[in-house]
């Protein structure tokens, strides 16, 4: 399993699924939704609507699951017990949200150890300079 908002879909997010994907035989990606990703992130995010995010992730996942808080991360989570989450780079040494959930009946953490090379974030930077 693993999870994130996969907006703007990008290099990065296809190295994270397809590390993913060699992990396990199935691979389930818990996908926050468009109200999630606003709280969380604040606009401009989500820039990509949850149903195209999610068509797209269906693309590499076997399934796709939507969730709109921290609460239904962890109903995900307890619910299907994945073997493994695993999470990108950028979390090397720091503690996984997902971590109490999984301690709870022995799933673990991967970190994939390829850094990404693109983030949403600088994306959406980059189309705002071209366009002023």
Not at 34 to 40: F, P, S, V, Y
Not at 50 to 59: K, S, T
Not at 120 to 132: D, E, K, M, P
Request: aromatic share 6%.
């Amino acid at each position: 399993m693993t999870g994130g908002y996969l907006d703007l879909f990008h290099v990065g997010h296809l190295d994270l699924l397809k590390a993913a994907r060699k992990m396990g035989t199935v691979l389930i990606h818990e996908m926050g939704s468009d109200g999630e990703a606003r709280r969380l992130k604040g606009p401009p995010h989500p820039v990509i609507p949850e149903a195209h995010r999610a068509e797209i992730a269906a693309e590499f996942c076997d399934a796709v699951i939507l969730i709109n808080s921290p609460e239904d991360k962890a109903r995900v989570i307890t619910t299907v017990q994945p073997d493994i989450y695993v999470r990108g780079a950028e979390y090397a040494g720091r503690q996984f949200p997902e971590m109490p959930f999984l301690a709870q009946y022995g799933g673990r953490c991967v970190v994939h150890d390829k850094p990404d090379r693109e983030h949403t974030s600088a994306i959406i930077r980059r189309i705002a300079q071209v366009s002023t």
